[in-house]
């Protein structure tokens, strides 16, 4: 069955999961949803990435409503029969900008915060759709603090400067965030990333990529939201090329395995996450993970396993500007033998 | 002019840089020399990995000679005119096994030690030429513990067991460790990587990359070592397939610029290097390397340069078991406009 979901007042909630949240949509494993995912930085450029409908969510959500986190959510999605112990599998299969303009926020939680003056700054990014690429359009300094998610920015305000001129990125859209409930009483910030899913920040989580959510509630209650068009590994000013997106994606109910972080897998390659205050301690979850994986779905040994990651499994820096930091290890699909049998993971 | 570099006793030194070390070679910029890389680890599968000439290295070297670090290098090859502040440009043309096999040792010093219930076990590759991929012939648990670089490992001592039956991994062949001597007195151990170079252990660094390294001795005294033919980011297990590469590169002096740290650059990329103990600093140190190169080369401002690095660059972790720790971080060249001159940079 194919379900629409809007991005409404009654459709969203700002800055936290939440186990108690009445469902936006029920539906069954196998459903089609086309949702919308609203960026909670439209302010940075409300002329050119706000339309009534989303200036309605901004102007419906109180400021202090918006917490603990700061990510405008769509949601949450109740699958029938999801206990906690499944598996729900999400296969992304569309993400198309809503319109042409996103926003990258360099923020005090950034990286680099100390290094660049102690200074917030925008930089507004435009999609040309024929090549693929973004590229810059102007920047200014944010006034003040981003201590308020979803602030508006007004026009004449700030000084826009031209930035980044004839630089043109690749334009790769993804979910910064989207997971399931946690099993905890009350909000849940949106902003560190874990078994449930949450701001993973992996750009690869976009069209074409299938990801994995341990479920901890009944009906999962699955929520998307912080889109990007554009990331780096690693995330370091803070903020991606924030955009709204609208996403299409079928949600299957596995209860045949279990994983125990968030996996994902794209055409070519296994993707598990590693999370942790420390990245050195991020590294080791990923490494265990991936191990994990190895020994218990392609039934190597844990010797073999270690070998084969060692020679020819990637880590990378998925973000250190959530909280808590990612670590991804990357294993290729294609090194495998092919199956016997037809199952699938 | 075109030199050949062979490994002989006299022509290498074990796991060491040494601004005092007589030269093996003396070149000139723009020459072209092919030299063996020969691996510390030959003496995992002697049979497969050694001949007379390797034997003779072995041999010759004592073991208490082989110190403070554990890599078997070729070198140092003294650069006519080269001086501290200046770069060696390394431009790594081919790179070819010397024989069809090599090892992986799963190490006390890697990531999982513990969590394989302290072992040290021994994988041993053979390269399948036609189809560029490597598979596991054979593994044993290696007797005692690996504390002497070049152990040999007797036949007959060890109960070999099948591996990793039917999977193949990639052969991508490059240089764990290349540099040039550090300004200190003595003995510089060869394992962890810094401003030098050295043990990067970064898989990019193959045929095809260019390397640029800070100049720190009169000559510079550029020593390679420890060929790999296969690793990934991470080198989880403390090796990666570990086997003997021919190497041809031309070394260029470079005096028109100067960059902190190593700087790799293949044909689709930027990649420069942080170090540290902590993975933390590490990426910290590559984040401010990258800025400053597209500050510096790039002639970004620091704004600009920092919002495009979280937009598009991404951040790998290059090695975790080296003592100091490696994160390298990417930036695609592609996404540049074209340069007004022909200028290189």
């Known amino acids: 069955m194919f379900h629409e979901l809007q991005a409404t007042p009654s459709t969203v909630h700002w800055g936290y999961f939440d186990a108690g949240l009445k469902p936006a949509l029920r539906i069954k494993s196998g459903d089609i949803i086309r949702a919308e995912a609203v960026t909670h930085q439209a302010g940075d450029a409300p002329e050119l990435m706000m339309d009534d409908a989303v200036r309605l969510l901004y102007s419906s959500i109180p400021e202090d409503?918006?917490?603990?986190?700061?990510?405008?959510?769509?949601?949450?999605?109740?699958?029938?029969?999801?206990?906690?112990?499944?598996?729900?599998?999400?296969?992304?299969l569309q993400m198309l900008p809503r319109f042409r303009y996103g926003t990258n926020l360099a923020a005090h939680w950034g990286l680099l915060y100390k290094e660049m003056g102690e200074k917030e700054r925008v930089t507004i990014y435009k999609i040309d759709p024929d090549y693929n690429t973004a590229r810059a359009l102007y920047a200014y300094n944010f006034p003040g603090k981003y201590t308020v998610p979803g602030k508006i920015t007004k026009r004449g305000t700030c000084t826009c400067e031209p930035a980044l001129n004839g630089v043109r990125v690749p334009v790769r859209p993804h979910l910064g965030t989207a997971g399931v409930a946690p099993d905890a009483m009350g909000r849940v910030s949106t902003v560190p990333p874990g078994a449930h899913g949450g701001n993973i920040d992996n750009w690869r989580i976009g069209a074409g990529a299938t990801m994995y959510y341990p479920v901890a509630v009944p009906g999962a209650l699955f929520s998307?939201?912080?889109?990007?068009?554009?990331?780096?590994?690693?995330?370091?000013?803070?903020?991606?090329?924030?955009?709204?997106?609208?996403?299409?994606?079928?949600?299957?109910?596995?209860?045949?395995?279990?994983?125990?972080?968030?996996?994902?897998?794209?055409?070519?390659?296994?993707?598990?996450?590693?999370?942790?205050?420390?990245?050195?301690?991020?590294?080791?979850?990923?490494?265990?993970?991936?191990?994990?994986?190895?020994?218990?779905?392609?039934?190597?040994?844990?010797?073999?396993?270690?070998?084969?990651m060692s020679i020819s499994s990637d880590f990378g820096v998925t973000q250190v500007v959530d909280g808590r930091q990612g670590v991804h290890c990357k294993m290729q699909r294609g090194i495998f033998p092919p199956k016997d049998t037809d199952e699938e993971i």
Do not use: C
């Open 65 to 92: 409503d918006r917490n603990p986190g700061v990510h405008l959510m769509t949601g949450p999605i109740y699958v029938e029969d999801a206990q906690s112990g499944d598996m729900l599998e999400v296969r992304y």
């Open 224 to 308: 998307i939201g912080d889109p990007h068009i554009s990331q780096g590994d690693g995330e370091i000013s803070g903020t991606a090329i924030e955009a709204s997106l609208n996403v299409i994606f079928q949600i299957v109910l596995r209860k045949d395995f279990h994983f125990p972080s968030p996996l994902l897998e794209t055409p070519d390659t296994w993707i598990v996450h590693g999370f942790d205050d420390d990245l050195d301690v991020a590294m080791k979850n990923a490494a265990k993970d991936m191990l994990h994986l190895l020994v218990d779905k392609h039934n190597l040994s844990q010797d073999d396993a270690y070998s084969l």
